[in-house]
């Protein structure tokens, strides 16, 4: 590795960021983490359209919420500024002089349609598209003459010829691409704006950034990327092109798939701690399967661990690390998190009582209302699974339980006196005593729940039954 390492994460912010993108932000995260480096926040907001400051700042929310701090960039500040693309088109325009005078680049003045036919006539032949060149060898006159003409025209990056780009991929190892089939590129557009090759290039140089793992829909971006940094002598970082997320069916992730924006996923109520140990897995294999913090992940992360194979996104094994991470947290803890879902029905000094029995039966704050529901309420609703257990028990069953109650409600003693008195046993005695106590057939453990319930609101439980009629 170089030193000192920095890696960076430089989205576009033109929409809330999602799994894909976050991810891509956790990998460079650790990678920096890990080694001590700098972890650089990079805004690429050269779509002028479609970027918005709202999604720039909600960006920098979700990576610290996830606890992804940068130490350099946009927000933080730094030396080598400015952070943001949109404030660095003269750097950009500077350095382009560089590419003029070494006559890298030369405008051209083909339109959409020349460049179309000319695509079109290469896919007939099997041929890869590129630029033609056209343009490559106009006379200083000819130029001049047809920028009088007023006639729009764009910016080529000269390829080399008959070369080839080669490089080392973090992840997917040894490349090359023959320059003959990028052809010349187009660096700044009719419009004198600068296309994404060349001002990411260029920031990742000035920037001193080392190492750029990002998805793989840019490795065919990279030889173009190292060309124009050839071209400029500056330093190329390590790229590593991560496998795409792709959803159960093995399409590339979406929102019908079900994938959740960051925001999304925080307001459900996951913990940063639970998404970041999901991410940190989807597509980097980790030997370890406890939920890890920050710096642990980071320790034993490695770009050689990152899988080629497109990753699988599975909400099932994200819940999976929810509840590793809910089982780590304190109970007060706990209880703050469910107290605004609860407070309707959970008195302020049964709180912590309350949130120890039902913990281990919630993923998210709102699961907690049931539970709240099925201590607290006065007519309590039954689940279908609970009216089918009652109405196939004996009724007598609950009026010698709704006398074996005692004010003392420990609920091993009073279901020992149950069974013996009735003679139901196993399932056939708990289920049922559960179904009428709670409206459930599962849930928190009963031993817990009975002392919050309390004697009066049991006892008209298991009366309801008797007296076939709703509790009010
Ligand atoms: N703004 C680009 C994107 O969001 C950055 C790509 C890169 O990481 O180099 O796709």
């Given at each position: 590795m170089t030193f000192p390492l920095k890696s960076r994460f430089a989205p576009s912010p033109t929409g809330l960021i999602h799994f894909g993108n976050v991810r891509t932000a956790l990998f460079n995260a650790l990678l920096s983490r890990k080694f001590g480096g700098t972890f650089l926040l990079r805004i690429e907001d050269t779509d002028a359209a479609r970027s918005r400051e709202e999604y720039t700042l909600a960006l920098q929310e979700d990576l610290r919420w996830l606890g992804l701090l940068w130490q350099e960039g946009d927000g933080v500040g730094g030396d080598l500024g400015p952070y943001r693309q949109s404030g660095r088109v003269s750097i950009y325009e500077e350095h382009l002089k560089t590419l003029e005078a070494q006559d890298r680049v030369y405008p051209c003045f083909c339109s959409a349609i020349e460049l179309e036919v000319s695509r079109k006539i290469q896919a007939q032949s099997g041929q890869p598209p590129r630029y033609g060149g056209k343009c490559?060898?106009?006379?200083?006159?000819?130029?001049?003459?047809?920028?009088?003409?007023g006639l729009p025209y764009t910016l080529r990056f000269r390829m080399p010829k008959k070369e080839s780009v080669e490089f080392f991929d973090l992840v997917r190892g040894r490349q090359s691409f023959p320059t003959d089939e990028i052809g010349d590129f187009i660096i700044r557009r009719s419009d004198g704006t600068f296309a994404f090759f060349y001002v990411n290039a260029l920031d990742d140089a000035l920037m001193q950034v080392t190492h750029v793992l990002r998805g793989e829909d840019h490795l065919t971006n990279t030889p173009r990327?190292?060309?124009?940094?050839?071209?400029?002598?500056?330093?190329?970082?390590q790229y590593g092109h991560i496998s795409l997320i792709v959803d159960g069916m093995?399409?590339?992730?979406?929102?019908?798939?079900?994938?959740?924006?960051v925001q999304e996923l925080r307001e459900i109520g996951y913990f940063p701690i639970a998404v970041d140990n999901y991410l940190a897995r989807l597509g980097h294999n980790y030997a370890e399967n406890s939920l890890m913090d920050l710096d642990a992940l980071a320790a034993s992360f490695s770009p050689d661990n990152l899988g080629r194979a497109p990753a699988r996104y599975d909400r099932t094994q994200l819940d999976h690390w929810q509840a590793l991470a809910l089982q780590k947290t304190d109970a007060a803890i706990i209880a703050q998190w469910i107290a605004p879902q609860v407070s309707s029905w959970v008195p302020e000094a049964d709180l912590m009582n309350f949130t120890e029995a039902v913990r281990d039966n919630l993923l998210f704050p709102h699961d907690a209302r049931i539970w709240a529901e099925a201590v607290y309420s006065a007519t309590l609703p039954l689940s279908p699974d609970a009216i089918a257990m009652i109405e196939e028990t004996p009724v007598d069953f609950f009026r010698e339980a709704s006398t074996l109650l005692t004010p003392e409600l420990d609920f091993k003693a009073f279901a020992q006196r149950v069974r013996e008195k009735t003679g139901a046993q196993?399932?056939?005695?708990?289920?049922?005593?559960?179904?009428?106590?709670t409206g459930q057939t599962h849930g928190p453990e009963m031993p817990r729940v009975l002392p919050l319930i309390g004697y009066e609101r049991a006892r008209h439980r298991l009366l309801a039954h008797v007296?076939?009629?709703?509790?009010d």
């Open positions: 490559a060898h106009l006379k200083p006159d000819e130029i001049e003459n047809k920028k009088n003409q990327q190292i060309a124009i940094l050839n071209a400029f002598g500056l330093p190329i970082p093995g399409a590339p992730l979406s929102k019908r798939s079900g994938s959740l924006s196993g399932k056939k005695l708990f289920m049922p005593l559960r179904a009428a106590l007296l076939n009629e709703d509790i």
